[in-house]
């Protein structure tokens, strides 16, 4: 049996959902899990894996790779961690109104329309909130500055405009949780992500 399958049937049995396997050239073997995504439950509401579900599968994989003879010097199981991949339409599914970042495989190009739109025909990365609509995805953001903290917001100044981008699974190199951290303890107010 294939390794991918062997870690996948063991995962999956365990009651976890495989994100990600990693083999490094020094022998690592990195296995990636979290929690089965139920649908309709937003993102945060959920128990996020813990060390002892780490330990679990760990314990297991071991046991499984002994038997099937597998190579390896070091594995590593872990969560997903803030910066989660996205790889699959049920990944997109799941982190609907998150902020994510996603990289193109090829830049905008002269002919979309992104000159008109304030945004560079080269451009390939770019962080804004995900949304599903009819067509697909899309990602929506504002170019415009943070106010600085303290600072007033006049209540006559006009809206931001706000930039969207529609996009396809063929059309992303990468797509990943965008890692934002508050450390104040207290939720962030919800403001249009700025593009990176």
Known sequence: MALQDVIVQTVTGLGYELVETERSAGGLLRVTIDLPWLPNMPYGQGLPVTVEDCEKVTRQLQFVLEVEGTEYRRLEVASPGID???RN??????FVGEVIDITLKVPLGAGSGAAEAGVSANRKKFRGTLELVDTGWQIVWSDAPEPKPGARVSK??????????GFTLDELREARLAPLVDFRGKKAPQTAPTAI
Do not use: S, Y
Request: proline share 21%; no cysteine.
């Open 89 to 94: 339409a049920q990944d997109l599914q799941r």
């Open 84 to 86: 989660r991949p996205l």
């Open 156 to 165: 006559k100044r006009p809206p931001v405009p706000m930039q969207v981008l």
